[in-house]
């Protein structure tokens, strides 16, 4: 959930920040782009690939890699002492 949450509010700074960035360059040039959606696509972008792995490489020790990274990790590391047997088969001698 923490990851969720983090992810989601640094999408939307980042299309804010992408929103200005363009209107700075707008204004810089004198003349809107002609295919400004583009040019946004471009800026969010970067921006979002740069900002995601800033986020997975300084917050590795924090948040988990997916939402069952410990579940698993406890699944395998337990192990298993008899198979598992149906209820209806009578047991092996």
Do not use: C
């Amino acid at each position: 959930m923490q990851q969720i949450l983090m992810y989601t509010v640094t999408a939307i700074v980042l299309y804010v920040v992408s929103d200005r960035i363009l209107v700075g360059l707008e204004r810089w040039r004198g003349k809107p782009f002609a295919a400004r959606s583009i040019v946004f696509f471009m800026i969010i972008m970067i921006l979002a690939v740069t900002t995601f792995n800033g986020i997975q490489h300084f917050f590795s020790d924090v948040l988990p890699n997916g939402p069952a990274a410990t579940e698993q990790s406890e699944l395998i590391s337990e192990p298993i002492s008899e198979p598992l047997r149906s209820p209806t088969l009578p047991p092996i001698d």
